[in-house]
């Protein structure tokens, strides 16, 4: 297929993985930071093809994973309301909350949607003008664009049946926080190809100065990912660190200026709570004040209650790349994808779920 | 993330038991596995059913029946390639035939909703009738009910089937053993992906049809080529991934897919990519999977390549005594990894 083979080239991939193999002296840390590169690194076994010197751990960029139990809870809370359908991408459907997920609350009579595209929903609105549309909002400035062009064309369209729950996050700060523990042990980052795209990757200058530490950015395909890897061993290895783009065909320095300049007309930036990661400063957005007629929190006048988490699974150190999904030993046993202990094990971008569907048999 | 916080931070409790069923239970893959283990196993628990197969065989008087039935709620009505009634004439006599069995007799049983348009029906009903000539399979019996306006989504079928088989015919999917071949009849995926172009709300468009069609011949064609063949599948709701590993399971052998020989149309590959969706998990309703003895693989590949239906026929893997009742797959590039069976449901109402 055109524009996918390309980048899947056997024989290419394996002309990378001779020139990683040379170009590497000495053990190496590298984090990718997207779960969508988690997932082409895991289904395509590029971790098999490296050599063992270089150690892959798995960022947090998996929004599913991270987006905190409140705000579930407040989406199912909606859902349960007559007058709401509320639309959502379809991984964030059997994500639980702190007590039930999406999917429950749908067979109980909620009327939920899933959707490709948050266009669909702002469809939905103008089909059923008698009830409420509440998109949930998830993920970080990859999405943040077009949910934001809801909102816009809500409000020019004098859309009142439509909001938005908003749980967005940003990559850049959650990177700072990580660089900052005590506990880090990443060398080197792939940054997330398809965020960069939107916001430029101008933003991460500022963490590989303060920090000394590369960064590359890095498409999603198995020869982007293994690209990336050797332009990072290679600034490793000759003691740079800077910020390299690897994903030229997307991803440039500026980023998109319209996507950005639609989010910030539209979104404020805010303190996140970042589920298994704790409260980050300033790594959310929030719809800006004078939006709050397409605010679900708002017109539903949402409380903030505090969700309780029962202990059980290692997601947190696994969304900060200290342990691997099969060094827990519920992985796999009394933590499946039908029955998660842990936000990782469901998305399809979670660290767990990918070496759950794809690396069991390889397990001791 | 403070490092306070990573003391105390921890994940939800399971949700494992569900006290209400959700549509995934209905998906063919793991959900579904598990309300046939918790709720209908153990309260119909009988010799034939235990077999899992497709269909049940029993012996009547020295004959041996194969049985089957299946509902159909597929959404909507009408697609590319077939309708409701087609669908469920083809799948009952796909239940039969990857049983070993020619199939003999259908039921067909029409749960339908008030205020569906008698043209409809009638469509539908003549699109029945012309798959039951094609197949040769004629509708013996059948049942009517109309359930009130809002309590049905148009139309549901039910049909059965009723077969003979050979007495020297044994097939089942606990008899895969290391070392047989994998044989698929042809292109995967297509029946999903043309049902899924034309839910609402997707906005794309394709000239895919669905491959729904009676697979008896086929799998008639292989058994007569061979004695080597372990058993059949025709891998539906759940697609490939799941068919393979339930074999996989109920044998206790794993398996070894190649990557590269298992065949897939650009148009489905295309709509998989945009849609995130994998192949090997996509519905087909006109593709047998045969698990083949070494001797008779080339053999049966022979077989199912002279037929119209399987002219795309490849061998796509090998039983192996490794990681049983898990699957694997080589990658392009030389490496491995699981196709698991389906969790959840990546695609509601396709059958």
């Known amino acids: 297929m055109k524009y996918v083979d390309e980048y899947r080239d056997p024989q290419l991939?394996?002309?990378?993985?001779?020139?990683?193999?040379?170009?590497?002296?000495?053990?190496?840390?590298?984090?990718?930071?997207?779960?969508?590169?988690?997932?082409?690194?895991?289904?395509?076994?590029?971790?098999?093809?490296?050599?063992?010197?270089?150690?892959?751990?798995?960022?947090?960029?998996?929004?599913?994973?991270?987006?905190?139990?409140?705000?579930?809870?407040?989406?199912?809370?909606?859902?349960?309301?007559?007058?709401?359908?509320?639309?959502?991408?379809?991984?964030?459907?059997?994500?639980?909350?702190?007590?039930?997920?999406?999917?429950?609350?749908?067979?109980?009579?909620?009327?939920?949607?899933?959707?490709?595209?948050?266009?669909?929903?702002?469809?939905?609105?103008?089909?059923?003008?008698?009830?409420?549309?509440?998109?949930?909002?998830?993920?970080?400035?990859?999405?943040?664009?077009?949910?934001?062009?809801?909102?816009?064309?809500?409000?020019?369209?004098?859309?009142?049946?439509?909001?938005?729950?908003?749980?967005?996050?940003?990559?850049?700060?959650?990177?700072?926080?990580?660089?900052?523990?005590?506990?880090?042990?990443?060398?080197?980052?792939?940054?997330?190809?398809?965020?960069?795209?939107?916001?430029?990757?101008?933003?991460?200058?500022?963490?590989?100065?303060?920090?000394?530490?590369?960064?590359?950015?890095?498409?999603?395909?198995?020869?982007?990912?293994?690209?990336?890897?050797?332009?990072?061993?290679?600034?490793?290895?000759?003691?740079?660190?800077?910020?390299?783009?690897?994903?030229?065909?997307?991803?440039?320095?500026?980023?998109?200026?319209?996507?950005?300049?639609?989010?910030?007309?539209?979104?404020?930036?805010?303190?996140?709570?970042?589920?298994?990661?704790?409260?980050?400063?300033?790594?959310?957005?929030?719809?800006?004040?004078?939006?709050?007629?397409?605010?679900?929190?708002?017109?539903?006048?949402?409380?903030?209650?505090?969700?309780?988490?029962?202990?059980?699974?290692?997601?947190?150190?696994?969304?900060?790349?200290?342990?691997?999904?099969?060094?827990?030993?519920?992985?796999?046993?009394?933590?499946?994808?039908?029955?998660?202990?842990?936000?990782?094990?469901?998305?399809?971008?979670?660290?767990?779920?990918?070496?759950?569907?794809?690396?069991?048999?390889?397990?001791? | 993330m403070a490092e306070n916080a990573s003391v105390t931070l921890t994940c939800p409790a399971p949700l494992t038991a569900s006290d209400t069923v959700l549509l995934g239970h209905g998906s063919g893959g793991t959900l579904s596995a598990s309300l046939l283990r918790e709720i209908f196993l153990p309260a119909f628990d009988n010799p034939a059913l235990a077999r899992l197969d497709d269909q049940a065989i029993v012996g009547v008087n020295g004959v041996r029946l194969a049985f089957t039935t299946d509902s159909f709620v597929v959404k909507p009505l009408f697609f590319p390639g077939g309708n409701i009634g087609s669908l469920a004439v083809n799948g009952t006599i796909n239940d039969l035939a990857v049983g070993g069995a020619t199939p003999l007799f259908l039921s067909a049983a029409f749960i339908v909703e008030e205020g569906l348009s008698m043209d409809v029906l009638r469509r539908v009903v003549r699109s029945m009738r012309s798959a039951a000539a094609t197949a040769g399979v004629p509708i013996v019996t059948g049942d009517t009910k109309v359930v009130e306006k809002g309590k049905g989504d148009g139309l549901f079928i039910n049909t059965s089937g009723l077969g003979i088989v050979g007495r020297e015919t044994d097939l089942s999917a606990n008899q895969a053993r290391p070392g047989d071949k994998v044989l698929l009849s042809g292109t995967i995926g297509q029946h999903g992906i043309a049902i899924l172009a034309q839910r609402e709300g997707l906005g794309f468009a394709t000239t895919l049809e669905s491959d729904s069609a009676p697979l008896h011949t086929l799998a008639a064609a292989i058994l007569e080529r061979t004695s080597e063949v372990r058993c059949m599948r025709d891998p539906t709701r759940g697609g490939l991934s799941s068919a393979l590993n339930e074999i996989a399971a109920q044998s206790h052998v794993g398996m070894e897919l190649v990557e590269q020989a298992i065949p897939v149309q650009q148009e489905v590959r295309g709509a998989c990519e945009l849609l995130g969706l994998d192949p090997l998990y996509v519905a087909n309703e006109g593709k047998l999977v045969a698990i083949v003895g070494p001797s008779g693989a080339e053999q049966a590949l022979a077989a199912l390549r002279a037929h119209p239906l399987g002219r795309e026929a490849q061998i796509i893997g090998t039983v192996t005594e490794a990681h049983p009742g898990l699957v694997a797959l080589r990658t392009a590039l030389g490496t491995s990894r699981i196709v698991d069976m389906l969790t959840g449901d990546q695609l509601p109402r396709i059958c």
């Open chain 1, 13 to 364: 991939a394996h002309r990378l993985r001779d020139a990683i193999a040379a170009r590497v002296t000495r053990p190496w840390v590298l984090m990718e930071i997207c779960g969508g590169q988690t997932h082409t690194l895991v289904r395509y076994g590029i971790d098999q093809l490296i050599p063992p010197s270089l150690e892959l751990v798995h960022g947090p960029g998996c929004p599913v994973c991270v987006t905190p139990v409140e705000l579930i809870d407040k989406a199912i809370a909606l859902a349960a309301r007559p007058e709401v359908i509320l639309c959502s991408y379809g991984d964030m459907l059997r994500v639980p909350g702190s007590g039930s997920d999406l999917l429950r609350a749908k067979a109980l009579g909620g009327d939920v949607r899933a959707v490709y595209s948050p266009l669909e929903a702002l469809q939905q609105a103008r089909a059923h003008p008698e009830r409420h549309v509440v998109f949930f909002a998830v993920g970080f400035e990859t999405t943040a664009p077009a949910n934001a062009a809801t909102v816009w064309q809500a409000r020019r369209e004098g859309l009142v049946n439509f909001s938005l729950l908003v749980a967005h996050l940003l990559v850049p700060p959650a990177i700072r926080a990580l660089l900052a523990s005590p506990r880090n042990s990443v060398q080197g980052f792939i940054a997330p190809g398809h965020v960069c795209t939107v916001t430029g990757y101008h933003q991460y200058e500022a963490l590989s100065r303060e920090f000394r530490v590369p960064f590359v950015v890095g498409g999603f395909e198995p020869l982007d990912l293994l690209e990336a890897i050797l332009m990072l061993i290679s600034q490793l290895e000759e003691g740079r660190a800077e910020v390299e783009n690897q994903y030229v065909r997307s991803a440039t320095r500026d980023g998109n200026r319209e996507a950005q300049r639609r989010m910030s007309e539209i979104f404020e930036v805010c303190d996140r709570e970042w589920r298994g990661l704790g409260a980050i400063p300033h790594s959310g957005l929030r719809l800006r004040d004078g939006l709050a007629p397409w605010d679900a929190e708002k017109i539903f006048a949402l409380e903030g209650r505090s969700s309780k988490e029962p202990a059980g699974c290692i997601s947190a150190e696994v969304l900060r790349g200290i342990r691997k999904p099969m060094d827990c030993p519920e992985f796999g046993r009394r933590c499946t994808p039908e029955a998660p202990l842990g936000a990782p094990m469901v998305s399809s971008e979670g660290a767990c779920s990918a070496y759950y569907h794809y690396r069991r048999h390889l397990a001791g």
